[in-house]
T-cell receptor
């Protein structure tokens, strides 16, 4: 069974801090997604990774396929980064089906 | 910027009634998805749709559920006889090439 685990469950940071959110999964995957869900419920795709590292603005996502682990880093965090960050994977051979983690609630205090 | 839209934003229905949730995916996208999120729980995959047929579905997507792309622009999710446990936020998503998915704002379904 494919499990996606995220840690920590809740995270509070001070504005300006460097933040790391972790994701681990239990099966071989073809892709890993990082998503952001705002308090109103809307979901935004941040990254899709199958190897290495991607950067977009203050966000960096890395993946280690051998260790079945990915991290999302936020540099110079800001209160507007407060949201739920969700990791989701497509298992190898699963075509398009995404399996989601529970998400991490991030609060950035001014 | 093109976006996925969903209607209605909130649907309240009585148990046993049929509901149709509507989505308009981004116009040049070819892959379409429905997800649901029960309050306080994680997002769950329901179904993916490509080339006018279901390409994959989860165990949640039983005979009570169906999807359709009736007119080349809308993508609908029908629940034939709603149950209390169908209460959730339902998200539609689309992608051009099975890579990044663009999500709609969701429809909150409340079954009484």
């Amino acid at each position: 069974k494919n499990e996606v685990e995220q840690s920590p469950q809740n995270l509070t940071a001070q504005e300006g801090e460097f933040i790391t959110i972790n994701c681990s999964y239990s099966v071989g995957i073809s892709a890993l997604h990082w998503l952001q869900q705002h308090p109103g419920g809307g979901i935004v795709s941040l990254f899709m990774l199958s190897s290495g590292k991607k950067k977009h603005g203050r966000l960096i996502a890395t993946i280690n396929i051998q260790e079945k682990h990915s991290s999302l880093h936020i540099t110079a965090s800001h209160p507007r980064d407060s949201a739920v960050y969700i990791c989701a994977v497509t298992a190898t051979g699963a075509n398009s089906k995404l399996t989601f983690g529970k998400g991490i609630t991030l609060s950035v205090r001014p | 910027e093109p976006e996925v839209t969903q209607t209605p934003s909130h649907q309240v229905t009585q148990m046993g009634q049929e509901v149709i949730l509507r989505c308009v995916p981004i116009s040049n996208h070819l892959y379409f998805y429905w997800y649901r999120q029960i309050l306080g729980q994680k997002v769950e995959f329901l179904v993916s749709f490509y080339n006018n047929e279901i390409s994959e579905k989860s165990e949640i997507f039983d005979d009570q559920f169906s999807v359709e792309r009736p007119d080349g622009s809308n993508f609908t999710l029908k629940i034939r006889s709603t149950k209390l446990e169908d209460s959730a936020m339902y998200f539609c998503a689309s992608s051009r090439d099975q890579s990044i998915e663009f999500f709609g704002p969701g429809t909150r379904l409340t079954v009484l």
